[in-house]
């Protein structure tokens, strides 16, 4: 675990594979779908054109980027947290998002001029205002920060949204059905505007992320070894948790609730290039994106013309994966 200079596979091949990979998953989701088209004919086609340009290329997109936000926060959280089971979702922002989603559902709230209707402000606003409260009381109580009362804080606060969602749900009538879809993620609805919106989010978070690379192999190790290396550990932990709950809270909003990307994205990565998050977390990224895109292809095209929720795909390959390399991992001990 602590072996940072030998990667398991060249890095250079890695990423090379990882961008080929990427380009080809791309080109591959925006043809196939309800209807299947290829990209020669897309400017012959204004058929064709529209679809892709007004539906699918904003999507499949979207999917890249959601992915990769999702997966290199997860990466960075089981680095800065020593913890496997660790992803974006550990500081309960995702829950915060979704509270917002659901509330703005419940009160029928529809701003035509903002992406998704007012949905994605009103989730958005929630985050961030779960992560000021998280943090908050976490410095306030632990002044290091530390793993377990961040953890800690996190599944209580989880606990507390998920309930004030449930009894939403119940007095949801109709809007019961919008809820639920949502709840469980989706993509369909992602348009130029919230494929803005992430694009923007990643461009800021992801680079300070990749940033800290060096201290989150420090703290892989351990805090103290962190500690003594001259880090300011506390100072560390505040910007991490800051930009990963900040861009997972932005992802949330705008696709709903997508389980296990952060979880075992980076897991699978890491038995290819090693742990050193220098070479993990830009692999991590493509390998992200690569697996949303897929699993969005799914949800299109497995029992079309009718959709399932992304979610529903990701946490049953994830659960599948999960327990593959979690066996194969403990037979190799």
Not at 297 to 308: D, M
Not at 311 to 330: D, Q
């Amino acid at each position: 675990m602590n072996d940072f200079s030998k990667p398991k596979l060249s890095y250079s091949i890695a990423i090379a594979f990882s961008i080929f990979a990427t380009i080809a998953v791309v080109i591959l989701c925006v043809c196939v779908g309800s209807v299947y088209f290829p990209l020669s004919d897309v400017l012959s086609n204004k058929t064709y054109h529209t679809i892709l340009f007004t539906i699918r290329l904003p999507r499949v997109l979207g999917a890249l980027v959601t992915g990769a936000a999702l997966s290199v926060c997860g990466g960075a959280m089981q680095g800065l947290l020593r913890n496997p089971l660790a992803d974006g979702t550990t500081l309960g922002v995702s829950a915060g998002a979704s509270l917002g989603a659901v509330i703005a559902i419940f009160i029928g709230l529809y701003i035509p001029w903002l992406p998704g209707g007012g949905t994605v402000l009103f989730s958005i606003a929630f985050a961030f205002a779960s992560l000021l409260l998280i943090l908050g009381l976490s410095a306030k109580l632990d002044y290091s920060l530390s793993s377990n009362t961040i953890i800690l804080l996190g599944i209580v606060f989880t606990m507390f949204a998920n309930s004030i969602i449930s009894l939403l749900i119940a007095f949801s009538g109709e809007k019961i059905q919008s809820i639920t879809f949502w709840m469980m993620g989706s993509l369909a609805n992602t348009s130029w505007q919230e494929f803005l919106l992430l694009l923007i989010a990643s461009l800021i978070c992801i680079p300070i992320i990749l940033s800290h690379s060096q201290e989150l192999n420090a703290f892989a190790i351990s805090e103290d070894n962190a500690r003594n290396i001259g880090i300011n550990v506390r100072r560390t932990k505040f910007v991490l948790f800051f930009a990963v709950s900040a861009l997972t809270g932005v992802c949330v909003s705008v696709c709903g609730n997508i389980g296990f990307v952060g979880l075992i994205i980076p897991h699978i990565t890491r038995l290819i290039t090693g742990p050193n998050h220098k070479r993990l977390l830009p692999v991590t990224i493509l390998f992200g994106g690569i697996f949303l895109m897929l699993a969005d292809l799914l949800c299109r095209t497995i029992i079309k013309p009718l959709e399932l929720p992304i979610g529903v795909i990701t946490s049953i390959a994830g659960t599948i994966l999960f327990l593959y390399f979690f066996v194969k991992t403990r037979s190799l001990r």
